[in-house]
């Protein structure tokens, strides 16, 4: 995993506009944004599916950069003062904090464009799978999925949701850009229709089990640790996994989405294997 983070490091440095370049402040606070800091699930997904899939080439590194430019992206507006007005991110200040608002949601926008440009432009894919991967990423992004999840959140704040309905907005927010990694992935990895459903049914779970825990460290995260401001969610009365089922029900939720997401990969076998570790990683880790 550490080795693929690094890939992932070197080619977002790559694809990144220079600071020096003008306008300077734009592009410094987009490598702001995206360098120095995160877990970079999303580029591993990315790995992973094609790893699964018996390809490990720089193919993948288009797709990988292009899911954690959009994530990036989601993270500088969701910090906005006018949605979740965070001031911490990754341990440091956010990006409206750093650069001003103006800059930052030009930021964001800029990330956003430079995501399909570096996936259109892959000439290592063939043509018919760029536009597979430019139609998935868009649809993930747009609102049927993340910036649809987004609405879905802010308009149920101070509100409470059903179960179902809180899994939808989560599973759009943050499950649609994750299913779109896999998705991505798997289609520079060559694949058929049933493995690309095979592997659905695992991103789907991931993609949940991933905000499930978000939530859960919301509560009980330390803000050292998770490297942004503990127990937001509830000064915000955000509509969240604990705040709807509590901890304990949450806690079973995920333990359940990891197994549905580990019993998917199943028919994969062995080249699954850092699937199998991500869907852990996601459901288990402390940042
Ligand atoms: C945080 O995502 C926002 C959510 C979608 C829950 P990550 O926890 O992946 O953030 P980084 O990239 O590691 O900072
Ligand atoms: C963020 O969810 C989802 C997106 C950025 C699309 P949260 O609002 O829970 O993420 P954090 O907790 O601020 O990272
Ligand atoms: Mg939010
Ligand atoms: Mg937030
Ligand atoms: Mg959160």
Same mark, same amino acid.
């Given at each position: 995993?550490?080795?693929?983070?690094?890939?992932?490091?070197?080619?977002?440095?790559?694809?990144?506009?220079?600071?020096?370049?003008?306008?300077t402040?734009?592009?410094?606070?987009?490598?702001?944004?995206?360098?120095g800091?995160?877990?970079?699930?999303r580029?591993?997904?990315?790995?992973?599916?094609?790893?699964a899939?018996?390809?490990?080439?720089?193919q993948?590194?288009a797709?990988?950069?292009?899911v954690?430019?959009?994530?990036?992206y989601?993270?500088?507006?969701?910090?906005?003062?006018?949605?979740d007005?965070?001031?911490?991110r990754?341990?440091?200040?956010?990006?409206?904090?750093?650069?001003?608002?103006?800059?930052?949601?030009?930021?964001?926008?800029a990330?956003?464009a430079l995501?399909?440009?570096?996936?259109?432009?892959?000439?290592?894919?063939?043509?018919?799978?760029?536009?597979?991967? /430019?139609?998935? $990423?868009? @649809?993930?992004?747009?609102? %049927?999925?993340?910036?649809g +999840?987004?609405?879905?959140? =802010?308009? !149920?704040?101070?509100?409470?949701?059903?179960?179902?309905?809180?899994?939808?907005?989560?599973?759009?927010?943050?499950?649609?850009?994750?299913r779109?990694?896999?998705h991505?992935?798997?289609l520079?990895?060559?694949?058929?229709?049933?493995?690309?459903?095979t592997?659905?049914?695992?991103?789907?779970?991931?993609g949940?089990?991933?905000?499930?825990?978000?939530?859960?460290?919301?509560?009980?995260g330390?803000?050292?640790?998770?490297?942004?401001?503990?127990g937001?969610?509830?000064?915000?009365?955000?509509?969240?996994?604990p705040?709807?089922?509590?901890?304990?029900?949450?806690?079973?939720r /995920?333990?359940? $989405?990891? @197994?549905?997401a580990?019993? %998917?990969l199943?028919?994969l +076998?062995?080249?699954?294997? =850092?699937? !199998?570790?991500?869907?852990?990683?996601?459901a288990?880790?402390?940042?």
């Amino acid at each position: 995993m550490r080795s693929l983070i690094e890939r992932a490091d070197a080619a977002l440095e790559r694809v990144l506009p220079p600071a020096d370049l003008a306008p300077t402040e734009l592009h410094r606070a987009m490598r702001y944004a995206v360098l120095g800091g995160g877990k970079r699930l999303r580029p591993l997904l990315v790995y992973a599916a094609g790893q699964a899939l018996g390809c490990e080439g720089p193919q993948l590194d288009a797709p990988a950069c292009a899911v954690e430019l959009i994530h990036a992206y989601s993270l500088v507006h969701d910090d906005l003062p006018a949605m979740d007005d965070d001031d911490l991110r990754r341990g440091r200040p956010t990006c409206h904090v750093a650069f001003g608002e103006a800059t930052a949601i030009l930021a964001g926008d800029a990330l956003q464009a430079l995501a399909f440009e570096l996936l259109a432009a892959e000439e290592k894919v063939g043509a018919a799978t760029r536009v597979r991967m /430019l139609h998935q $990423l868009g @649809t993930a992004c747009g609102s %049927a999925g993340m910036a649809g +999840g987004q609405a879905l959140d =802010l308009a !149920a704040v101070g509100s409470t949701l059903e179960l179902t309905a809180l899994e939808h907005m989560h599973a759009c927010k943050t499950g649609a850009l994750i299913r779109a990694s896999v998705h991505l992935g798997a289609l520079v990895g060559g694949t058929d229709d049933d493995t690309l459903a095979t592997l659905d049914r695992y991103a789907h779970a991931v993609g949940l089990a991933f905000q499930v825990r978000d939530d859960i460290l919301d509560v009980e995260g330390a803000t050292d640790v998770i490297g942004k401001t503990a127990g937001k969610d509830a000064a915000q009365s955000k509509p969240t996994f604990p705040s709807i089922i509590g901890l304990d029900a949450s806690r079973a939720r /995920l333990d359940e $989405l990891t @197994t549905q997401a580990l019993d %998917a990969l199943v028919p994969l +076998g062995a080249p699954a294997r =850092l699937l !199998a570790d991500l869907a852990r990683y996601a459901a288990t880790r402390a940042h």
